[in-house]
C-alpha cells in the first residue's frame, strides 16, 4: 500500500482500498493480494553512482558549445528556452557527444570528449540519496533532518544520465531506427529522478511533477518552486519514484495540455491522492496557448498566474456543467485535439476509428489465423512508443513466444537470424511500458479485472489487450449459455 505519512491515508496498490490509519490496521491482516503481472526486473540493480568530476566536465561542455548554450538561455527568439545558467547549473545539465550510428552509450570518457562522427546531446543528471533511496536513511524524516544539516553534494549522487539529442535530425541516420534519447548506464541502476536533489534540499512543502526536463527547469525558474520530471518519455509514475514526492504536502502535476496529457495528470494525481495534487492547464482552452510548462517560459507567460488556477480533481460522481464548460468549449473548438492516440504504422486504423481513445472497448473478430494478434501486437508497439502504457493478456499464445514475435515486430526483423543483435534489441523492448498477464487459457473475468486495476494504479496502463475472449472463457460455460457467458464477461470489462 502506499501510505501518506502526514496524514495516514493509504491505498492498497493490490485491492485499491483507502481510507484512514485505523482502516489499514483493520486490513493488513487480511489474506495478501497475489500479483499476477511479472516484474520486468528479476532482482534490485547493483548501486552505481557517475563521478562528480564527469558531471562537471560534462557542465562545462555545456557553457563551452555556444550554440546549444545560446538556445537553452538566449531570450530574443521564441524557440530559445530562456533558461538561465543558475538553473542549469542547480539541476546539473551538461552536454556529452553520441555516435548517432551506435545504438548505445559505453565509453563515459567518449561521452564527455566527443569523436569523429559524433553530434552534441544534452544530458541530464538522475539523482537519489547516497543511500540508493530516495530517504536519506529509510525514512521521510530522516530525508529532512539530513537535509538541513548537509550540503547536496555529500547527500546526494548521480546513479544515471539520461541522454537527449538536441536536434532530432542528427538522429536520422542511425542504425538504432532514429534513436533520440539513451540512458548511461543503458541498463536500469536504483531509482533516481531528474531534479530530485534540488526538491528534496529545499524547504518547501510543494514540488512540480512534469513531462520533461526541460519542463521541470522552466516551472522551477519561474515559480521558485522545485520541480522534477517523470522518469520515462511516456506518462508513468512508477511506485518506486512516488516514494520521492511523498514528503511534500502538495503536488502539481504540470503535464502537456494535450488530451494524453490531461488524462496522464488526472490518473497521476488520483494516484498520489487527490487531496494533495493540483492539475495544471496552460492552454486554458485555447489552442494558441502554451503547450507546457516549458513553452510558456519561452512564450514569457506568467507561469505563476497559471500555477495559481491549478484545480484539484473533482469528485468522479457529481459533476455541473461548470466543472464540463472548459471541456466543452474545448472539443467543439478543437475537433482535431480531441482525437486519441493516432497508430504511426497502420494510418487506415485511425480513420475508422479516430485513433486509441480512454474508455473504449474495440472487438476485433476473424476465422483462426487472419492475423488479429499480428495487427494488435503492431498497435500495441505503436502506442508504446507513443507513451500509452500497455497491458497484454494473452490467453492463447503463451508470453514467451508473444514476447519473442512483437520483439522482431518491435526490431522489423527476425531477430532469430541475427543472434548478436537480440541482447540489444532485448533492452530496447524492455524500455517500452509493456506487461503481460501470466494468465493462460480458462480465467475467471473477476480476477482478470482485479489484476487489471492493479495495473492501472502500478505502471499507469492506459491500453488492455484480451487476445482472445473464447480462450479466456472456455469450459465456463456449456451450449448457447457460453454466449451469455461471453457478453457478461464483456459487460464486466466495459
Known amino acids: 500500500a502506499h501510505l501518506n505519512t502526514h496524514t495516514g491515508d493509504f491505498v492498497c496498490t493490490s485491492c485499491f482500498a483507502q481510507g484512514s490509519w485505523d482502516k489499514y490496521l483493520e486490513l493488513a491482516g487480511q489474506k495478501k493480494f497475489q500479483n499476477t503481472i511479472p516484474r520486468t526486473r528479476g532482482s534490485d540493480p547493483p548501486p552505481f553512482e557517475i563521478p562528480a568530476e564527469t558531471l562537471n566536465r560534462l557542465q562545462q561542455n555545456l557553457v563551452a558549445h555556444e550554440e546549444v548554450y545560446e538556445w537553452l538561455t538566449g531570450t530574443d527568439d521564441r524557440s530559445q528556452r530562456k533558461l538561465s545558467a543558475e ?4 539541476y546539473g545539465v551538461g552536454l556529452g557527444f553520441v555516435d548517432p550510428s551506435v545504438p548505445e552509450v559505453t565509453d563515459l570518457e567518449q561521452l564527455v ?32 533532518a539530513a537535509a538541513e544539516t548537509q550540503d547536496a553534494a555529500a547527500l ?16 536520422k541516420s542511425s542504425s538504432a531506427s532514429g534513436q533520440q534519447t539513451m540512458y548511461y548506464p543503458s541498463e536500469q541502476t536504483q531509482p533516481g529522478l531528474f531534479g530530485f536533489h534540488v526538491a528534496a534540499s529545499s524547504n518547501s512543502s510543494d514540488v512540480i511533477l512534469t513531462a520533461r526536463e526541460l519542463d521541470a527547469m522552466a516551472a522551477y525558474q519561474a515559480t521558485g518552486i522545485p520541480a522534477v520530471s517523470l522518469p520515462r518519455n511516456s506518462y508513468q509514475l512508477p511506485l518506486d519514484s512516488m516514494r520521492a514526492l511523498e514528503p511534500f504536502e502538495r503536488v502539481y502535476v504540470w503535464l502537456d495540455d494535450n488530451q494524453q496529457g490531461i488524462e496522464a495528470a488526472q490518473l497521476i494525481a488520483r494516484k498520489l491522492g487527490v487531496d494533495r495534487s493540483l492539475v495544471v492547464r496552460t492552454r486554458d482552452g485555447s489552442h494558441r496557448a502554451a503547450k507546457s ?18 484545480q484539484p480533481l473533482q469528485h468522479d460522481k457529481v459533476l455541473s456543467f461548470a466543472a464540463l464548460r472548459d471541456a466543452v468549449r ?15 504504422d497502420l494510418p487506415g486504423w485511425n480513420a475508422c476509428f479516430k485513433g486509441l481513445r480512454p474508455g473504449e472497448l474495440t472487438i476485433l473478430s476473424g476465422p483462426t489465423g487472419c492475423g488479429k494478434t499480428t495487427v494488435i501486437s503492431q498497435l500495441s508497439l505503436d502506442f508504446c512508443r507513443s507513451g500509452v502504457s500497455t497491458l497484454w493478456g494473452s490467453f492463447e499464445i503463451p508470453n514467451v513466444r508473444l514476447a519473442a514475435r512483437m520483439m522482431s515486430q518491435y526490431a522489423r526483423t527476425d531477430i532469430s537470424k541475427s543472434p548478436k543483435d537480440i541482447d540489444y534489441w532485448s533492452r530496447r523492448f524492455g524500455d517500452l511500458p509493456m506487461y503481460f498477464l501470466k494468465f493462460h487459457g480458462s480465467t475467471k473475468p473477476e480476477t482478470v479485472l482485479d489484476t487489471m486495476r492493479h495495473a492501472v494504479y502500478a505502471y499507469d496502463v492506459k491500453h488492455i489487450v484480451i487476445d482472445n475472449l473464447q480462450f479466456m472463457m472456455s469450459m465456463q460455460a456449456k451450449g448457447v449459455d457460453k454466449y451469455d457467458a461471453q457478453d457478461a464477461a464483456i459487460a464486466t470489462f466495459r
Open 293 to 310: 510548462a516549458g513553452d510558456a517560459l519561452a512564450r514569457g507567460l506568467d507561469m505563476q498566474a497559471i500555477l495559481d488556477e491549478s
Open 113 to 144: 570528449e566527443g569523436g569523429d562522427h559524433m553530434v552534441p546531446c544534452l544530458v541530464y543528471p538522475r539523482t537519489t540519496f547516497r543511500t540508493n533511496s530516495f530517504f536519506e536513511d529509510g525514512t521521510a524524516e530522516g530525508e529532512e
Open 156 to 171: 546526494f549522487h548521480t546513479v544515471q544520465l539520461k541522454l537527449t539529442a538536441w536536434r532530432p535530425k542528427d538522429c
Open 330 to 344: 474545448f472539443e467543439v473548438t478543437n475537433p482535431d485535439l480531441i482525437r486519441g492516440v493516432e497508430s504511426k
Open 87 to 90: 538553473t542549469l547549473a542547480a
